[in-house]
């Protein structure tokens, strides 16, 4: 039986932290440069690291070390923990689907996500799905710049841990934007996308997602497709 390998965005498809997550930027930005940040920039299916890059040169400001952007994105996070839990929620259907994946023998299921490593452990552990997913084969914004660059690094970190190839044929994508579905396109994945964040569904099939679900609701329909995709994944190679 061959394996597939199935990796979850983390925000808008999972979890929805509300303006709670988007506010660590400017904190972290802050206590960075030890100014306020005047510009806003957009976040959604982003990397952690794009995203400070980006407000770092609207503001004129070179010459940060990763090091430091990485340990005070993981610091603010923290320190905004216990608001996190409050405000935020787990997106229905997500348990339900993540479980059902999960007890599947052929499905190794992790996350490919614009956070951080240490921001993405924290996000899944405060709403109880870190045990649902295998973190030790995901890719993050910790190892990358840019999204689609993150795929090669989770076939990879799977194909170590379990022995199997993963390639365009047994890899599948999960996400709420159009970012993640050019991710996936780029690094030669099926990809699923679902209208549960920001992007509506036509926006979704526009930017070339294979299939596009409402939400995570309909467990069946989420299985469904994962089959579905994987089986034209396989005809097709």
Known sequence: MKRILLLWDIDGTLIDCGSSGEAVYPLAFERLTGRPARHRVATAGRTELDIMDELFVRHGINGVEQSRVVRELATQLRRRAAELRTVGRVLPGAVEALRALRA???????????????????????????????????????????RAALLPVARRRAAAAYGHHFDS?????????????????????????????????????????????????????????????????????
């Open 104 to 146: 599947r023998c052929e499905v190794t299921q992790s996350v490919l996500t614009g956070n951080l490593r240490a921001n993405a452990d924290l996000k899944l552990r405060l709403f109880g799905l870190a045990d649902l997913v295998d973190l030790g084969v995901g890719a993050y914004g910790s190892d990358a710049r840019e």
């Open 169 to 237: 044929d047994n890899t599948l994508l999960i996400g709420d934007t159009p970012q993640d579905v050019l991710a996936g396109r780029i690094g030669g994945s099926r990809v699923i996308a679902v209208a549960s964040g920001a992007s509506s569904g036509a926006v979704l099939r526009e930017a070339g997602a294979d299939r596009v679900l409402a939400d995570l609701r309909d467990t069946a329909a989420v299985i469904r497709a994962v089959q579905a995709l994987s089986s034209a994944a396989r005809s097709a190679g």
